[in-house]
């Protein structure tokens, strides 16, 4: 699929569930801030949870997009993935802050080889993170630069959000992560 088919394809998936997948979003970033606020111990909170929470998106994610039945619990499955997820998750963040630290678009890069851990994660529970990863990097071998212009699809609705003061996001970070999430699935 073409990234235009694929934008299309989700809002299709999401007619009539735009409000579960709203909310879904909406509370995991809000576990996020309050995590993050947290004096001292919030940020490493956020590091040890957000692997399961990116797993727990990730799997309600794909079971949108296929049709499957969608729950609101779904974005805490990722708990039961919870050793797997947290290291993957270290370990992606590790790696693509130490390639931004050369150059942005080395970071960059980096991002996008990354970028379907949590999707192989959560459709292959008993991996492990470093075959997840490794699958990753080779998934997305010739296909960064789709990825990129999928994730450049989304910058006026970026903007957008921004002039509305932030409420455009409740809708534009569902959109991108199914979006991602119908591009794993194309190309899986």
Not at 112 to 125: C, E, R
Not at 126 to 140: L, Q, V
Not at 160 to 166: C, E, M, N, P
Request: with cysteine; hydrophobic share 55%; charged share 10%.
């Amino acid at each position: 699929m073409n990234n235009s088919e694929i934008t299309k394809s989700v809002q299709v998936a999401l007619a009539g569930l735009w409000g579960l997948a709203i909310g879904a979003y909406l509370i995991i970033a809000v576990i996020n801030m309050v995590l993050g606020n947290i004096p001292l111990m919030g940020w490493a909170a956020c590091l040890i949870l957000n692997g399961s929470f990116s797993v727990g998106l990730a799997i309600f994610s794909l079971n949108l997009i296929r049709g499957k039945k969608v729950f609101f619990n779904q974005i805490f499955d990722g708990l039961s993935h919870f050793g797997v997820s947290m290291v993957a998750y270290l370990h992606v963040f590790f790696y693509t802050f130490l390639w931004t630290l050369l150059f942005l678009v080395p970071g960059i890069i980096a991002f996008l080889s990354y970028s379907m851990t949590f999707y192989i994660i959560a459709d292959n529970p008993r991996i492990s993170e470093k075959e997840a990863r490794t699958r990753s990097i080779e998934m997305m071998q010739g296909k960064k630069w789709k990825l990129f212009c999928l994730y450049c699809r989304f910058i006026g609705w970026f903007f957008l959000s921004i002039v509305t003061l932030g409420l455009g996001f409740l809708f534009l970070a569902p959109y991108v992560g199914i979006s991602v999430a119908k591009f794993y699935d194309d190309i899986k």
